[in-house]
């Protein structure tokens, strides 16, 4: 009786070692002999984000250091200004500049109209011929960005500058600074910055800048998108030569345009170009082609470090306008420098990098100088664009490749349309000794597609 059990154990136990012995020869197998390849994409969507309020930031103050005699690095406001906003409804404020007197910037905001985003421009403008401050300034109004680089700074003896961060949300924005100069980039000393809902921040450029005579400063906000921007005034001996207010570089390219470029004098120093690759080392060509096309574009090629802006000089350029391309190995930035003379009376402007247009767009021209709107046509195909101010239509044929011009007077009531193409713009003041340039961006330049995985 005893042992019919035994055998039943004995059978199942060697029942089991088989079982265990098959699935170690199945497990050296499939180690010794690799598995088919299996991989799965994951599933992802690029969504564009509905349309949302348009809110842009005015400058509403012009901003100058040094008139308090004890205290160098004090701001002060020079003057009110009173930006031209187009009528479309939408609602305004003021946001305070802290710590300075009486200064205010402006905040429009619009809801979407039958589905699309408001059509929303403004636009100010500023001439001071002032004891420490002389020369003519323009800016349009601008959306709050989360990253945003300020190329046209200049810490030479005589440059003094006013970085704005205005944050007209309502919750509280921490902005970080990361400047690029001789040293690569490097964090400031107090590199960080809380800005209060509805409110205006100052930071003097030299308290970040440490002394580097051509920094590019890039800003990125979290929290809330923060509108940058520079105020810069220059001196040359006791003499005051030119005020400009600057808008940022909204985002680095392989490849960046810059139109409009107005020289009024040639000769050396007065005008530049500067350029910086934040992430990598390579060869950068700069190419300046006269906007009426009678000469040969001027070319230029340097090797850029990373993370080291450089000055290009550009004095070879008679008078007259025109389209800079900067192109390089790796995404960059840039912006031209450009000024009328090195004199009393005199001015200088910056012209930052354009953005690209491929659709309807709102802008706005300041009063106070002549402007044209100047148009760069990138692609390979003419781009038959149509310009409306004031409700009055006109056709410009924008060449491949080529630029084009349009004089328009000041109005906030403007609309450039690119048609089936895309457009470079920008909004080029020159009068006599005054210049000035602001880029026109796109209608959704505060917003981009999403991407959706899951």
Not at 105 to 130: C, I, L, T
Not at 170 to 175: E, K, Q, W, Y
Not at 288 to 311: M, R
Request: glycine fraction near 10%; aromatic fraction near 4%; charge should be negative.
């Amino acid at each position: 009786m005893t042992k019919e059990p035994s055998r039943g154990r004995l059978a199942r136990a060697g029942a089991g070692i088989l079982a265990v012995a098959v699935t170690a020869v199945g497990v050296a197998a499939a180690v010794v002999s690799p598995l088919p390849a299996v991989s799965a994409a994951v599933p992802a969507t690029v969504r564009e984000p509905a349309p949302g309020d348009v809110t842009l930031v005015c400058t509403g103050s012009a901003l100058v250091l040094g008139r308090v005699t004890d205290s160098a690095q004090t701001v002060s406001e020079a003057a009110r200004l009173t930006p031209i906003l187009s009528d479309s409804g939408a609602a305004s404020d003021e946001l305070p500049v802290l710590g300075v007197d009486g200064a205010v910037f402006g905040v429009v905001s619009a809801p979407p109209v039958d589905g699309k985003r408001a059509a929303v421009a403004g636009a100010a403008s500023f001439s001071s011929d002032a004891d420490d401050l002389s020369g003519y300034a323009a800016s349009s109004c601008r959306p709050p960005l989360t990253e945003s680089w300020l190329v046209g700074i200049d810490g030479r003896t005589g440059s003094s500058g006013v970085i704005t961060i205005a944050n007209p949300f309502g919750v509280t924005a921490t902005v970080s600074f990361t400047v690029y100069g001789l040293a690569g980039p490097t964090t400031p000393a107090g590199g960080s910055l809380s800005v209060a809902p509805g409110t205006v921040a100052t930071v003097p450029v030299a308290s970040l800048s440490g002394g580097d005579s051509s920094p590019v400063i890039n800003v990125h906000a979290e929290g809330a998108p923060v509108q940058a921007s520079l105020q810069s005034a220059l001196v040359r001996g006791l003499v005051p030569a030119g005020i400009d207010f600057q808008d940022a570089v909204r985002q680095a390219s392989a490849r960046q345009i810059i139109p409009g470029v107005t020289v009024t004098t040639a000769g050396p120093a007065l005008t530049s170009v500067r350029v910086l690759m934040p992430d990598a080392s390579g060869p950068v060509t700069v190419s300046a082609q006269p906007v009426d096309g009678a000469a040969a574009p001027v070319q230029l090629s340097v090797d850029a470090v990373a993370g080291i802006p450089v000055d290009i000089p550009l004095d070879a350029l008679p008078a007259g306008a025109y389209d800079v391309t900067v192109e390089g190995a790796s995404p960059l930035v840039a912006a031209v420098w450009q000024a009328t003379g090195a004199g009393e009376g005199d001015d200088d402007a910056w012209y930052p990098a354009a953005p690209e247009i491929s659709a309807p767009t709102a802008f706005a021209v300041a009063g106070g100088a002549a402007a044209v709107l100047a148009l760069w046509n990138d692609g390979d195909d003419d781009v038959s664009a149509t310009v409306t101010v004031g409700g009055r239509e006109s056709t410009v044929n924008v060449p491949a490749h080529g630029g084009a011009q349009v004089p328009v007077a000041s109005t906030a009531d403007a609309v450039l349309d690119p048609g089936e193409g895309a457009l470079h713009a920008t909004v080029s003041y020159a009068d006599g000794q005054r210049l000035a340039a602001a880029a026109v961006w796109p209608a959704d330049a505060d917003s981009a597609p999403i991407t959706i995985t899951r």
